[in-house]
T-cell receptor, first 112, second 116 residues
Framework: DQQVKQNSPSLSVQEGRISILNCDYT??????FLWYKKYPAEGPTFLIS?????DKNEDGRFTVFLNKSAKHLSLHIVPSQPGDSAVYFC???????????FGTGTRLTVIP | GAGVSQSPRYKVAKRGQDVALRCDPI?????LFWYQQALGQGPEFLTY????????KSGLPSDRFFAERPEGSVSTLKIQRTQQEDSAVYLC??????????????FGSGTRLTVV
């Protein structure tokens, strides 16, 4: 029962261009979403979040968009940098619950 | 230490062997979580501690899995009679927050368990 899905296992983007990572979810009870970034041999690190009452959250080069009617969110990275190369996980959560539901991740490669 | 420390980094176990995985959270972090990440998958929740109390173990896949945090700091995840399907990276995360989960998480680098 995959409640959060990332259908693109990998993405390659030229340095300086926009990276768009997509995420779909099935559980309408999620009221917040998080993006994590993971480098090899390290644990995931928190990147950016969005509450379900918003449709956009921006933090520097990173913007997350939420379309509740489509149960879809996306992470935009502009401009992309080689250091952004990592695996990105989308996760959904419900206030009061103890766990997060993660997608399978998208490996982003930014080509210099 | 500055981060969440997990040991061992790698563990190879023969099928049927018992294993113990250790997590040293950030000092003072109240909340501690264990997640299992199988190859090509995202992390999946196993269990949650608030101090020494195990408040949620709904994600433990079988009664062969047991976790403890007796003094509210270091936690151990024990797997008895390991099976090949237990092969995965086991991630520990700690947080000072007791609110919405995930915001204040610091993950360790994980223990990669391979059952042969």
């Amino acid at each position: 029962d995959q409640q959060v899905k990332q259908n693109s296992p990998s993405l390659s983007v030229q340095e300086g261009r926009i990276s768009i990572l997509n995420c779909d979810y099935t559980n309408s009870m999620f009221d917040y979403f998080l993006w994590y970034k993971k480098y090899p041999a390290e644990g995931p690190t928190f990147l950016i979040s969005i509450s379900s009452i918003k449709d956009k959250n921006e933090d520097g080069r990173f913007t997350v968009f939420l379309n509740k009617s489509a149960k879809h969110l996306s992470l935009h990275i502009v401009p992309s940098q080689p250091g952004d190369s990592a695996v990105y996980f989308c996760a959904g959560g419900k206030t009061g619950a103890n766990n997060l539901f993660f997608g399978t991740g998208t490996r982003l490669t930014v080509i210099p | 230490g500055a981060g969440v420390s997990q040991s061992p980094r790698y563990k190879v176990a023969k099928r049927g062997q018992d294993v113990a995985l250790r997590c040293d959270p950030i000092s003072g972090h109240v909340s501690l979580f264990w997640y299992q990440q199988a190859l090509g998958q995202g992390p999946e929740f196993l269990t949650y501690f608030q101090n020494e109390a195990q408040l949620d173990k709904s994600g433990l896949p079988s009664d062969r899995f047991f976790a403890e945090r007796p003094e509210g700091s270091v936690s151990t995840l024990k797997i008895q009679r390991t099976q090949q399907e237990d092969s995965a990276v086991y991630l520990c995360a700690s947080s000072s927050s007791q609110g919405r989960q995930g915001y204040g998480y610091t993950f360790g680098s994980g223990t990669r368990l391979t059952v042969v």
